[in-house]
């Protein structure tokens, strides 16, 4: 059994505290996030610290390639390279190609990038990294990968929130620790954003998300329905968000299809076209998962379900509003315990709108 003497001692040797980095003579930076889509909703929060401590450097991201259109509406990011890799899978995909990530990281070594924020802890993505030739390379220490940063911090705290210690990768460059928030440019969408306000006929619908990587920690389906119900009968419209099998098993449930709207009806497809679809809404309401980080990030109202996911950590830290309902598992998790959190929160923005209008 390791003792508290013996840990200590594994991580003074796992962190290495490099010279300080001068942010402002950068010029060219890579954001590192080869994780899955909530991670790198996650990672976003460090772009806007990082263009004021580097105004004049050239911002990039390297991502997994299902993630590609989410990493293109981060404010200042001027390009990404997007690859799935190798070793690891993508949700709904297999493992990626060799090949495909050969070429994302001769990009990654052609960009001669002076300085790379790893967000993504494995050990192999630091030693991809570091083989690119990147001089600088500043990550929290986790999974071996310290062997291959030039700064390793130590590692993440599980009972922080992960924006908390994210941030802790800016210290090196001088960039004082803030509250941080993760956002995404709803202003890119403007075209896909107009034609769904169309499809919708001008409505700002609820969005119900019932789903997540993890069947095990959803809420039941018939309280979801329950949920919808609720909705209904104060006149709120409820959008259904999801893949087309997703939603098809909800469908499946219900009278009438066109009593409610479809996210895979409304003519925009894959991550953009959901991203799109959220900004347009006037309130999420979803299991803990990418979706729901992403419709925070737009600044859209956000009510999660954490059941039990890491509600301590992972809670929605976007720019808008927000309520968080945690239980250890779903089990007895209904509509009465969800509906007076989402009234309160929909009562709350009206009152804000009103007071902006």
């Known amino acids: 059994m390791e003792s508290d003497s013996d840990r200590e001692g594994t991580l003074r040797w796992r962190v290495k505290v490099g010279p300080p980095i001068d942010a402002r003579r950068l010029r060219r930076i890579l954001l590192v996030d080869l994780d899955n889509l909530g991670d790198l909703v996650f990672s976003s929060c460090l772009i806007d610290p990082l263009r004021h401590a580097a105004p004049d450097a050239r911002i990039d991201v390297w991502c997994k390639d299902y993630t590609a259109p989410i990493a293109r509406l981060m404010p200042h990011v001027e390009r990404v390279i997007a690859a799935d890799p190798f070793w690891d899978r993508a949700p709904g995909r297999g493992k990626g190609a060799f090949g495909a ?9 052609a960009g001669e990038y002076e300085l790379a924020l790893v967000a993504s802890p494995q050990w192999r993505v630091a030693l991809a990294v570091r083989a690119a030739g990147i001089p600088m390379r500043v990550g929290l220490a986790r999974h071996r990968n310290a062997a291959f940063l030039t700064h390793a911090l130590p590692e993440a705290d599980v009972d922080v929130p992960v924006l908390t210690e994210m ?40 969005a119900l998300h019932a789903f997540a990587s993890k069947l095990g920690r959803c809420m039941e389906l018939a309280a979801w329905l329950d949920l919808a119900h609720e909705l209904r009968a104060v006149q709120q419209h409820v959008l259904w968000i999801g893949s087309p099998r997703e939603l098809d098993v909800v469908r499946a449930r219900v009278e009438r299809e066109a009593d409610w709207s479809w996210s895979d009806r409304l003519g925009e497809q894959g991550l953009a076209g959901m991203a799109a679809t959220l900004a347009e809404c006037a309130l999420f309401v979803g299991n803990d998962s990418g979706p729901l980080h992403v419709a925070g990030a737009l600044g859209v109202p956000c009510v999660g379900v954490f059941a039990p ?40 923005c009206t009152v804000a709108a009103n007071a902006r209008a």
């Open 167 to 206: 941030g802790r990768i800016l210290g090196p460059l001088g960039i004082a620790p803030t509250p941080l928030a993760y956002r995404l440019d709803a202003a890119m969408l403007a075209e896909r954003r107009a034609h769904i306000a169309a499809r919708l006929g001008g409505v700002r619908p609820v």
């Open 101 to 109: 990530f050969a070429r994302s990281w001769r990009a990654v070594r």
């Open 309 to 348: 996911g890491q509600p301590k950590r992972t809670f929605p830290q976007g720019r808008g509003p927000w309520r968080l309902i945690a239980r250890p598992s779903p089990e007895g998790l209904g509509a009465d315990d969800v509906w007076p959190v989402v009234r309160e929160l929909l009562a709350e």
